[in-house]
């Protein structure tokens, strides 16, 4: 229930919206309000926002949403509520029961936010799509995206994080998508889903929702996990390298992904601007959403050709006469794997140097892991390996090794290597982009 203090008078989240109608910008940050804004004042662990309420009026704000009255009140322009991000949420939900247009929903354990973005990329060239900013795309994220979205949309793209069981079921009560995907379901966050297997249920949370709501969802067909547990759902749009309504290959040896078609579109190839072929089943689902929304084939390959990858992802960039991939805004066993077998068989680089930060919130398994991934390392051949942070500290093996990425910033800028292929990865927490500052 909410009121506003000045008037003591009882409003819904309706009458809420009312106000959000002729103020529709919101904002939990006072760092980055902007005037006309409504102010929620979150709270977290560190945090709490009710606080900077006083302070987010005086910047302009006309409205300051809190659950608790702190410091001076001002009764005419504060809205008390039992729980403010609850509040947010439910505004979220009631703005998103407005529009009756396609709302795909994306999860995953690797590869959402790149497929978030080439799916936008499609769709735009023939409908006016909004999607997640960046990575916002957990429970407050989710509920700001939500609400960014404008009257004239025809298709929203929403990304969903996350790193525990029940969560993605959480976002779907109020972010309501009608069709769905599901990237893949590997190693990560496995301290927060309990193991691999909790991992995959957690994921398809996505699918149960779809399922009893008698939506849609796109599936990668080579992965038997997604084929199974998408049984039951009303319709299946299937991608993959076989048996499915959309085929297609990666073709092998170029710097960056390339992929021919055999079924389903009039597209022979498609030539991005993304390194690692592990981007394959990204670009293959932006393929089939496309079809699926009946885009013309020309304007999917446009697309997806004129996409240029940001924030250190899957990124080919040159300095001081190497190429280096960046590939470094997350990382975990299965997204690691696939990067390092990449790049050891990328035939046109001879002299390669791997540099790895170490990956977060892998449990009991963390040390078995990182192990896993420096015996993989021993089985190619490279100039030069270097290893840092977390857990690489904590086990045996060969190579250069540095605690943060300052120290390997340090090091880097002393070797000054030249005419080589440099792959940089590892978690967001190791801040590997900043070796290249």
């Known amino acids: 229930m909410l009121f506003l203090v000045g008037l003591l008078t ?3 989240i309706e009458d809420l919206y009312q106000i959000f109608k002729s103020y529709p910008s919101v904002q ?3 760092r980055m309000l902007k005037e006309g804004d409504i102010f929620f004042a979150l709270k977290g662990a560190n945090f709490n926002g009710n606080l900077f309420a006083n302070q987010a009026l005086g910047k302009g704000a006309v409205y300051a949403v809190v659950d608790e009255l702190v410091g001076d009140i001002n009764p005419d322009r504060m809205i008390l509520v039992d729980d403010v991000l609850h509040t947010l949420q439910m505004l979220a939900k009631h703005h998103r029961q407005q529009f009756n247009i396609p709302f795909i929903a994306i999860t995953g354990s690797n590869g959402k936010t790149t497929t978030k973005e080439l799916i936008h990329a499609v769709l735009c060239s023939s409908f006016k799509t909004y999607t997640t900013i960046g990575n916002l795309n957990n429970h407050i994220g989710i509920p700001l995206t939500l609400l960014k979205i404008k009257s004239d949309a025809e298709m929203a793209v929403i990304e969903m994080g996350a790193n525990h069981q029940k969560e993605i ?5 109020y972010a309501l998508p009608t069709h769905g995907i599901i990237t893949n379901a590997g190693k990560a966050h496995l301290e927060g889903f309990g193991g691999e297997a909790g991992v995959k249920k957690g994921k398809g949370e996505l699918y ?3 399922r009893n709501a008698g939506g849609a969802v796109f599936v990668m067909w080579d992965y038997d996990y997604l084929r199974d547990i998408s049984k039951g759902i009303r319709e299946i749009f299937s991608y993959g390298t076989a048996e499915a309504d959309i085929i297609g290959q990666p073709i092998p040896g170029a710097s960056f992904l390339e992929m021919g078609f055999t079924k389903g579109t009039s597209i022979k190839s498609i030539k991005t601007q993304l390194v690692g072929d592990y981007n394959f089943p990204n670009v293959l689902a932006a393929v089939a959403v496309g079809k699926y929304f009946n ?4 304007k999917i390959k446009a697309a997806i050709e004129n996409y240029t990858p940001t924030n250190s992802r899957s990124q080919m960039v040159e300095k001081g006469g190497n190429k280096i991939i960046m590939d470094a805004y997350n990382a975990n066993p299965s997204s690691m794997k696939a990067a390092i077998e990449n790049f050891a068989h990328l035939k046109q680089a001879e002299k390669k140097v ?3 930060g170490a990956m977060a919130e892998l449990g009991e398994e963390s040390l078995d892991e990182h192990q896993s991934i420096v015996e993989l390392i021993k089985k190619y051949n490279w100039n030069q390996v270097v290893l840092v942070g977390g857990d690489f500290l904590k086990i045996s093996h060969p190579y250069l090794s540095f605690a943060n990425s300052m120290e390997a910033k340090r090091w880097f800028d002393k070797t000054r290597f ?3 292929y440099i792959l940089v990865k590892g978690s967001r927490s190791m ?6 500052e």
Do not use: H, V
Request: aromatic share 6%.
């Open 10 to 12: 009882m409003i819904s």
């Open 28 to 30: 939990t940050d006072t």
């Open 169 to 173: 079921e959480s976002y779907c009560q």
């Open 208 to 210: 149960d929702y779809l």
């Open 295 to 298: 885009i013309a084939d020309e």
């Open 354 to 356: 791997l540099i790895l």
């Open 418 to 420: 030249n005419g080589c």
């Open 431 to 436: 801040q590997m982009e900043k070796i290249l």
